[in-house]
């Protein structure tokens, strides 16, 4: 049996992928995805979250000198 999930890459079209996947190895999996708008809000949360990092380092650093 072949199963078609749409949103694979999605939270829960992954979780489904998943977990038919392990349980239920007689299925074949097919999934479709749009990465596209996932992969760049990734890409912003990510640097978002180095740049906060990269600020509290700096000030850290400041602290330290004084």
């Known amino acids: 049996m072949r199963v078609i999930i749409s949103g694979v890459a999605g939270l829960l079209g ?3 992928a998943e977990w038919i996947l392990l349980n239920k190895p007689d299925v074949r999996v097919v999934g ?3 990465l596209s708008e996932a992969f760049e ?3 912003i949360r990510a ?3 180095l ?3 990269w600020q509290e380092l700096n000030w ?3 602290i330290r000198e004084e």
Do not use: S
């Open 14 to 16: 992954a979780r489904m």
């Open 32 to 34: 479709i995805g749009d």
């Open 41 to 43: 809000t990734l890409c």
């Open 47 to 49: 640097l978002n979250l």
């Open 51 to 53: 740049k906060k990092i």
């Open 60 to 62: 850290t650093q400041h």
